[in-house]
């Protein structure tokens, strides 16, 4: 089969998502496994000499191919998930997986690696060379290539049962959100519901031919509920559900038992525990943190509740005066974990005089994505333009990244929730910056939101509107996508995100969600939907007083997930009689000030750390936010002198130092060298108001 008939193995240009079908699925990876067995094959034996362009290059040829065809599969799975394509998708993933492993475990290539190490060569080789070397040695002891035969076995079983496990759980919380329905025939039980949120309901219900309204577990149908519904019943029960959807307590909700991810997080932990003690190391923890900048699991826990131990003094105040005000205010005498988020939005607009709906009027999405462009453009010289390429949904868009006229990157932009996608917002790469024979091959990157689709009112179509919390997200994912997209380096293994250790990786993220509350971009980037003013700056020195609003509450909480996730890996003993339900709930009497209720089944929805790469690494939002803010702050510093904080100069040092380097060098050197020096934690709590 060829790259005419089949369009997973036609790597000529862009993937061809216009043709791609569950199909071609089969029949191109198993060419493209065979293809680099063969390669394979050839590299395992004796050479005279090993070098970079006999033995490496060529792997990397090889590999790359298959990686960018599965990761095409892979993506569409997530975005336009179908039963035929998810069934192609579980029929391939155990030789995928199969494929991975054997090459971890291998030792002949593992020995030309410490050859090549060890050659004339290295010495002459290129820092970013160096370290894709030093990076394979690491990853091939991680792999098990020095493990005894009947225990590479072992390891192969264990990887391939942990890959379908953790899909499986990705697919019951989709399953699981897709399969739920609160229809509502009565508008009056909508009260207090902003008017966009209604009429997507309106919709929604109209589209299943019912009456009334419809919501879902998708975050732009169900959050609102919870922050603006005046019915508590109702918002007890939408939060109900999403608290046990992929539960035991979840079939209450749903038609399928199946969808309980009990037993697969379990089994997840199980098969976890299990890898690292065959690799030698005490627990998973340890094996997680091997690639990364934190040095221990109790380094990672110390930082942990140091951190809760300056919020929580904050998170207390935070609480307090939300359950005197719903007391006063909303006649509500205890304060349920389903009224949270409306006391919260409730005292927001008493105490700032301002609601996150009338914010969200002056955010049309046309307006928002010119004003992201305008920051990206004037901080790193470069210009962003409309492109063309097929794609898998009406609703994406696709574009080009150019400085001085010659492309750097391109990159789908899929912004809408709908069924049969994967929650949350994301960036994957689709492509890869690396040099080849024909030149410099661009990177391209997939950004993937959840966000309210626009609507019809009156026959009139309306642009989508964001909160600022979603224009938030949305810069958060673009800043990843540079860090992937404006890469200056040309060898694939650390080029982009590749080789950037993993908690570091949020850093570029987190730094561009900061622009957001700068009036310099935010007049730019707003015009309200039925006027065209832009935001008013009353309005956002309001948003700005309310920047930190229960940000005690919000650190705490991010800090009970991130050392729920460390204790699950380092601590705790999944074959012994501690439940997972045990674990989180001894975190939460630790570090929490809100305990969520008995029924709380949060954690088997968590895909970051059951079916993402979060796994004891979840710390990393944290950890990165103390490098993102000190970055962020070197700006702040510019702005002081210029009065602007889109200062190009520190945007082009920015982008030398951090974007450009990718995983090329350390991140710690690669902070140094933008900043001149360690980072310090204490613009993070300046910039959390968490300083006395």
Known sequence: MNSALNPLLDFSDLPRFDAVKPEHVTPAIAELLDANRAVVAVLEKPMDEVTWNNFVEPLENSTEKLGRAWGIVGHLNAVVDTPELRAAYNENLPKVTEFWTELGQNLALFDKYKALRASAEYASLSPARKKIIENAVRDFRLGGAELPDDKKVRYAEIQEKHAALTTRFSENVLDATNDYALFVEDETELAGLPDDVKQAARTAAEKDGKPG???????????????????????????????????????????????????????????????????????????SLVPKMAETPQQVIDFLEDLATRARPFAESDLAELRTFAGKELALDTLEAWDMAYAAEKLREQRYAFSEQEVKEYFPEPKVIDGLFRVIQTLFAVEIKPDNAPTWHKDVKFFRIERNGQLVGQFYLDLYARSGKRGGAWMDDARGRRLTGKGVQTPVAYLTCNFSEPVVVNGKAKPALFTHDEVITLFHEFGHGLHHMLTQVDELGVSGISGVEWDAVELPSQ????????????????????????????????????????????????????????HLHYGHDPHGSETVQDVLRDVRHQVAVVIPPEFNRFQHSFGHIFAGGYAAGYYSYKWAEVLSADAYSAFEEAGTLSGNILSAETGEKFHREILGMGGSRPALESFKAFRGREPSIDALLRHSGMTS
Not at 532 to 550: C, H, S, T, V, W
């Open 511 to 566: 730094f561009m969600e900061n622009f957001c509350w700068e009036w310099d971009v935010l007049q730019h980037m707003t015009a309200h939907v039925d006027t065209g003013k832009p935001l008013p700056r009353e309005l956002f020195d309001k948003m700005i007083l309310a920047k930190n609003f229960q940000s005690g509450l919000q650190t705490l909480r991010q800090v009970e997930f991130a050392l729920f996730d460390m």
């Open 213 to 287: 309204f419809k919501f879902t577990l998708h975050f732009p149908s169900y959050f609102p509920i919870l922050q603006y519904a005046d019915n508590r019943a109702l918002r007890e029960t939408i939060y109900r559900a999403n608290a046990t959807k992929a539960s035991e307590l979840g079939t209450v909700f749903s038609k399928f038992a199946e969808w309980d991810n009990t037993q697969n997080i379990v089994e997840i932990l199980k098969l976890r525990d299990e890898e690292a003690k065959l690799l030698d190391f005490r627990n998973f923890a340890e094996v």
